[in-house]
């Protein structure tokens, strides 16, 4: 198409030539605040509920089994392959299907499923945000199409903040084709500002944090 | 004949009902921003907007460096960069490629910049079904209107007003309850999600260094439109880019509390490319649509192009008490309040819209809020010097040019002031205590006319201050 | 010896609001400064800027800039006016380096009033008395150019008999802009009355601020809406007695 013609109607107007070197960025502004573990996932659990959503702190993989268990209540789930979920045998509950490979069955599945259950790769105490890489082992709909999502996380996966989330990880794109940040349960408030959840992605969310 | 800026204007300030709908909504999304950046909430704010601006001033300084080093990392994760001078061209690439698909129905979430290129008239027009997934936009959609404001699409609209569009578009019944016709769409779109071939985005963020495309939203919708359909097509302004997935840390903070006053979005996403080799789902074909339509030539402008700056939070709308009176649907162009009104001349001409300027009190609130700190009112000010040499090019506004020049000649010789204002003032009624109403015929130019159609005018002094400084 | 300061008392003080001049002119006496008026000075030019004749603009600031060139401090009653002077004056010569030059030796001499009383005189009690119940409108380029804010505040607290009460949205626009107010004539009322609003919700009976385009748009509106309710100059209420 026109790669050339708007490259170098861009080079004209800023004065540049091509391949020109670029002057020195300013330095990418990462704070990372001091926070110990327990408090951090103090934060990361207040924030959460703050936005409606629930969480739970738990002890044991056994207790995280049990809260999800109750969740459950005989409803149909879909779990994601995260080697962690099944550590804490919630792969094996009933109701619940996962080993999904296949992208037509996994959708399938998660748009007839009552609730969706993961794990995450990190969580943001600041913000209550859950951060989910896409992978063998974490696929995209799980977290979205149906209505619950229950995150079970390992405590040590709580990081701080933001600057620290592009600390740990400062290239997403090296690790996977979607990194998403998912702070708080589906909302809009496009009708006369009046808010309702759960319009697109999942109205519910539970953070469970383990260890 | 279209109305014109002015009709539009009257038209809006006339109806009650959409003074108090659009007062109320920018109204609370400024006092959600208000708590969102405050010192407590936010301590490093001020500063975070420096390094915003500066990350911006840099990036569109080496906007063609940073271009081809996002092509180069789209590429290299198996994605596709397009580049498109204007809407022709990127629409004409969504058709080539839909045809190539044998697709049909596309899904859409919410992008300004598809709305600049009147994406959906053009694919519609090509017998394929392009269907928005915001529900704002969906609404929108249904009832062939444009957006009233960057972020609340639907500002102006109320329940009823959707009860009657869902029960006229959708064949159901009308329905008042806002989060049962939330619901309504939510089952309606689901099913256009699952079967759609083709998922186009925007973008708020372009990333260099990593070939990303970002996402901000809070539904899910751009979440269920950039991963269930095969395909995933981002178009977005050459603008948009910034340099490293770090720069996110200082811009994700700004966004979201601007905007909506969030501490972040519900959903960010950070995409870039198709689905990789072990993953479950995801597209299986990833474009990025790089737009220029006349964002290069803005480029060439030293002292504006600092327009392009801007992430699109709306912030300027809500503190803005022109748009706050006018709305969105008074502007020319998609983009409206304080970032529309400085764009579209520099996208369109100034002399599409010549008022469109003046019609600022320049209070500077915009530039108070703009999170990358563009300064509003400077671009306004030039745009204004830019339409007055544009009418006298074009011989317009001949009166108002000699009105002025006779003013500065005035100005420069205090006699002639003096005796100027002395004969002004002796015009004025003889018996004049009060403010007025109305004045002698004499009088009756235009500007006065017009101050006074909405407020009377001071009395004349008996007296001029240096008239009164020389008896002292 | 007292220190002299020159009055640019603008052209909207000099024509229709000649006694917020005197009261700048008092004050500014009362704390022992010998108060000049060059006689030749007319306008700062923002008519023609604010309604995008840079050209004529440019006479004008040349005007000014000869009139005030020995000047060792110029007081102003009003903000936009000391923003036009003080921000604006270089980009009108920014191709005569002899104008940016005159433009850049001035701009740190010209003060707003208030500022100038809390930041070069020292004062914020200058023994003024009114017994008044006011509020205090925030006039934008003052607030926003100058961050002048609480300035005015603390030298009406110093005023024995006042009593200031806030108004929700103090900070936000009267509409009156300059040109603005007559090319978009509906749009300035609106802005005005929702002002006007505001006002009248705190139950004062006079409006103060640092701007007379700020107070003329304001007393306007408000003697067209028929509220007997006054405004102030706050060199004004700080020349009461």
Not at chain 2, 75 to 87: C, R, S
Request: glycine share 6%; with cysteine; hydrophobic share 45%.
């Amino acid at each position: 198409m026109s790669r050339e013609h708007v490259l170098h109607k861009v080079r004209t107007a800023l004065g540049r030539t091509a391949g020109q070197a670029i002057a020195e960025p300013p330095p990418a502004r990462l704070r990372i605040p001091v926070v110990d573990v327990e408090t951090r996932i103090a934060s990361l659990l207040r924030n959460v509920e703050a936005l409606a959503g629930k969480t739970r702190r738990v002890a044991t993989r056994e207790d995280a089994r049990a809260y999800v268990s109750g969740v459950l209540d005989s409803k149909s789930a879909v779990a994601s392959n995260a080697p962690f979920l099944r550590e804490c045998g919630i792969t094996e509950l009933p109701g619940v299907r996962s080993g999904l490979t296949d992208a037509h069955e996994l959708r399938v599945h998660c748009a007839t499923a009552g609730l969706g259950i993961t794990s995450a790769d990190y969580a943001l105490a600041d913000t209550g945000t859950l951060v989910m890489l896409a992978s063998a082992d974490e696929a995209r709909l799980i977290s979205l199409l149906p209505p619950v999502h229950i995150a079970v996380v390992p405590a040590e996966r709580v990081l701080t903040s933001l600057d620290e989330l592009f600390t740990v990880v400062p290239h997403p794109d090296a690790r996977t084709s979607s990194m998403v940040l998912i702070t708080g349960p589906s909302r809009t408030a496009d009708i006369e500002q009046i808010l309702v959840r759960g319009v697109h992605g999942p109205g519910e969310i539970h953070v469970v944090v383990v260890g | 004949m279209p109305a014109t800026f002015d009709q539009k204007i009257h038209e809006t300030l006339a109806d009650a009902n959409l003074q108090l709908a659009i007062y109320t909504a920018t109204g609370r999304l400024m006092d959600h921003r208000k708590h969102a950046v405050e010192p407590a909430a936010l301590p490093d704010y001020q500063e975070l907007r420096t390094n915003a601006h500066a990350i911006k001033q840099h990036a569109i300084d080496h906007l063609d460096h940073y271009l081809e080093q996002f092509e180069a990392n789209v590429t290299a994760h198996g994605g596709k960069v397009v580049y498109a001078k204007d809407a022709t061209e990127a629409a004409d690439f969504v058709l080539a490629l839909a045809k190539q698909h044998g697709a049909r129905l596309i899904v859409k979430s919410k992008s300004m910049t598809t709305e600049e290129i009147d994406l959906n008239e053009r694919l519609a027009h090509h017998d394929l079904e392009p269907v928005e997934t915001d529900l704002g936009e969906y609404i929108l959609q249904l009832a062939h209107q444009r957006p009233y404001h960057i972020v609340a699409p639907a500002l102006h609209m109320t329940r009823y007003d959707v009860a009657d569009i869902f029960a006229r578009r959708l064949g159901v019944p009308n329905e008042t309850v806002i989060e049962k016709q939330t619901m309504t769409a939510r089952a309606v779109l689901r099913q256009k999600f699952l079967a759609a071939d083709i998922g186009i985005s925007g973008a708020n963020f372009l990333v260099a260094d990593s070939g990303a495309v970002v996402v901000v939203e809070n539904e899910g919708n751009a979440r269920l439109t950039t991963s269930a359909p095969a395909v995933h097509i981002a178009i977005a302004g050459i603008e948009k880019v910034i340099p490293r997935a770090q720069d996110l840390a200082v811009f994700l903070k700004l966004l979201a509390r601007s905007a909506t006053g969030q501490a972040l979005t519900v959903y960010t996403s950070f995409l870039s490319g198709p689905r990789r080799a072990g993953e479950i789902d995801g597209p299986e074909e990833f474009y990025v649509v790089l737009l220029d339509n006349g964002r290069s030539r803005l480029l060439a402008d030293r002292e504006k192009r600092q327009s392009l700056y801007c992430i699109r939070c709306g912030a300027c709308l809500n503190h803005c008490p022109v748009y706050r009176k006018i709305g969105g649907h008074s502007f020319p162009w998609i983009y409206s309040g304080p970032i529309g009104a400085i764009i579209t001349p520099q996208f369109l001409g100034v002399m599409r819209e010549p008022g469109l300027p003046f019609a600022s009190s320049l209070c500077g609130a915009c530039a108070e809020v703009c999170p990358v700190k563009i300064d509003i009112p400077k671009v306004l000010l030039e745009l204004r010097a830019e339409v007055k040499k544009a009418e006298e090019r074009e011989g317009k506004g001949r009166v108002e040019r000699l009105a002025f020049k006779l003013w500065a000649w005035v100005m420069c010789h205090p006699r002639m002031y003096e005796m100027a204002a002395m004969a002004a003032r002796s015009l004025a009624p003889a018996d004049n205590s009060g403010w007025m109403r109305r004045v002698p015929a004499l009088m009756d130019l235009p500007p006065v006319r017009a101050w006074l159609s909405q407020r009377d005018l001071p009395p004349a002094p008996p007296r001029s201050f240096r008239e009164m400084w020389r008896k002292r | 010896m007292p220190k002299r300061v020159a009055l640019f008392v603008t052209c909207i003080v000099d024509q229709l609001f000649p006694k917020v001049g005197m009261a700048m002119a008092e004050v500014l006496e009362r704390l022992g400064y010998q108060v000049d008026f060059p006689e030749d000075q007319t306008c700062c030019g923002q008519p023609a800027f604010n309604t995008g004749y840079r050209p004529e603009a440019r006479q004008v600031a040349r005007h000014f800039l000869k009139v005030f060139r020995d000047a060792e401090y110029i007081v102003v009653p009003s903000g936009s006016c000391t923003s036009m002077i003080v921000h604006h004056f270089e980009d009108l010569f920014h191709n005569d380096s002899d104008g940016v030059a005159a433009a850049r030796t001035l701009a740190p001499r010209v003060f707003e009033f208030s500022r100038f009383l809390l930041e070069v005189a020292g004062a914020d009690d200058v023994g003024a008395r009114l017994d008044e119940v006011v509020t205090y409108h925030d006039s934008c380029h003052a607030l926003r150019e100058f961050g002048i804010q609480d300035g005015p505040r603390r030298l009406l607290a110093h005023v024995r008999g006042l009593e200031l009460r806030e108004m929700d949205a103090a900070t936000e626009c009267c509409g009156f802009g300059g040109t603005f107010s007559v090319k978009f004539p509906e749009v300035s009322g609106g802005m005005a009355r929702t002002k006007i609003d505001s006002i009248v919700r705190t139950g004062a009976r006079t409006v103060v601020a640092v701007d007379c385009s700020c107070l003329m748009q304001i007393q306007g509106a408000m003697s067209r809406a028929g509220l007997p309710l006054a405004t102030m100059h706050l060199a004004e209420v700080l020349a009461s007695r």
